[in-house]
Nanobody, 114 residues
Framework: QVQLVESGGGLVQPGGSLRLSCAVS????????MGWYRQAPGKQRESVAL???????NYADSVKGRFTISRDNAKNTVYLQMNSLKPEDTAVYYC????????WGQGTQVTVSS
């Protein structure tokens, strides 16, 4: 069973930065399309950023220019660098790995508040 473990969430002031990490178990990491999703209270889970096996990235309009997704296949890890954070970025952030099946992490809370 593939396991995804997120880390790096926390409380940050508006305008601040955080870097989320997601470590993936197993030997197939390089084959996965990796993504970050988020779910705010009372809202549906939404896609934030995706990175293909070849490194092509895609972002939600709401985070373009502020967030950067990257992957390190040698470390089986995907990152989400979040800059210029806004209160509306507050949510639980989930990591997803997708190939023939889809796997999810347990989520990490990001709170942007003064």
């Amino acid at each position: 069973q593939v396991q995804l473990v997120e880390s790096g969430g926390g409380l940050v002031q508006p305008g601040g930065s955080l870097r989320l990490s997601c470590a993936v178990s197993g030997s197939s990491f390089s084959r996965y399309v990796m993504g970050w999703y988020r779910q705010a209270p009372g809202k549906q889970r939404e896609s934030v950023a995706l990175i293909s096996t070849g490194g092509t990235t895609n972002y939600a309009d709401s985070v373009k220019g502020r967030f950067t997704i990257s992957r390190d296949n040698a470390k089986n890890t995907v990152y989400l660098q979040m800059n210029s954070l806004k209160p509306e970025d507050t949510a639980v952030y989930y990591c997803n790995a997708r190939w023939y099946e889809s796997y999810w992490g347990q989520g990490t809370q990001v709170t942007v508040s003064s």
